[in-house]
T-cell receptor
Framework: NAGVTQTPKFQVLKTGQSMTLQCAQD?????MSWYRQDPGMGLRLIHY???????DQGEVPNGYNVSRSTTEDFPLRLLSAAPSQTSVYFC????????????FGPGTRLLVL | SQKIEQNSEALNIQEGKTATLTCNYT??????LQWYRQDPGRGPVFLLL?????KEKRKERLKVTFDTTLKQSLFHITASQPADSATYLC???????????FGTGTRLQVFP
């Protein structure tokens, strides 16, 4: 099993550009989530999904969209990037929910100029 | 407001000693509390999970306690080694939701 994979590893964007951060898991996990990590702020929950076709907002959802058309994939979209979205983004998955072991991807480092 | 607090300052201890990290929370009533380890440039890795009806959980050199009255969890690493140097994150479920909320983490440095 590859576990949780994220692409790209690193991305530079200009303000106003859009992009999609990819996340995939091959463990047949129902629950997937996106976090951002900034110095001194810890991991902050952006969006999460409890299964295909179901998504919900986390604690810091503004500026981000998600969809979950398959169990395996959970992409995160930035529609119009802002410098405040410069961060490291982590995707995670678990078998059924937030009360279980979370498996994290390696992260995507995003720089918005 | 809701908060999860971990020591923001790094914890420096000597090899062989016991490291104790603290996680305090305010205005949450979690059913579960988890601890993760994160190395620089990598994603967090799960270590231990403890339920609200459990006082203590152990795994090899690791021990976690969960006091719902004090709203606190303690994470202990006994016989610490330089390889234990990392940032340790606590996380709790926001009851009534499917959200997992993380603390800011504590950096542990074990020196020989």
């Amino acid at each position: 099993n590859a576990g949780v994979t994220q692409t790209p590893k690193f991305q530079v964007l200009k303000t106003g550009q859009s992009m999609t951060l990819q996340c995939a898991q091959d463990m047949n996990h129902e629950y997937m989530s996106w976090y951002r990590q900034d110095p001194g702020m810890g991991l902050r929950l952006i969006h999460y999904s409890v299964g295909a076709g179901i998504t919900d907002q986390g604690e810091v959802p503004n500026g981000y969209n998600v969809s979950r058309s398959t169990t395996e994939d959970f992409p995160l979209r930035l529609l119009s990037a802002a410098p405040s979205q410069t961060s490291v983004y982590f995707c995670a998955s678990s078998l059924e929910g937030a009360r279980e072991t979370q498996y994290f991807g390696p992260g995507t480092r995003l720089l918005v100029l | 407001s809701q908060k999860i607090e971990q020591n923001s300052e790094a914890l420096n201890i000597q090899e062989g000693k016991t490291a104790t990290l603290t996680c305090n929370y305010t205005n949450y009533s979690p059913a579960y509390l988890q601890w993760y380890r994160q190395d620089p440039g990598r994603g967090p890795v799960f270590l231990l999970l403890i339920r609200e009806n459990e006082k203590e959980k152990r795994k090899e050199r690791l021990k976690v306690t969960f006091d719902t009255t004090l709203k606190q969890s303690l994470f202990h690493i006994t016989a610490s080694q330089p390889a234990d140097s990392a940032t340790y994150l606590c996380a709790l479920d926001k009851r009534g939701t499917d959200k997992l909320i993380f603390g800011t983490g504590t950096r542990l440095q074990v020196f020989p």
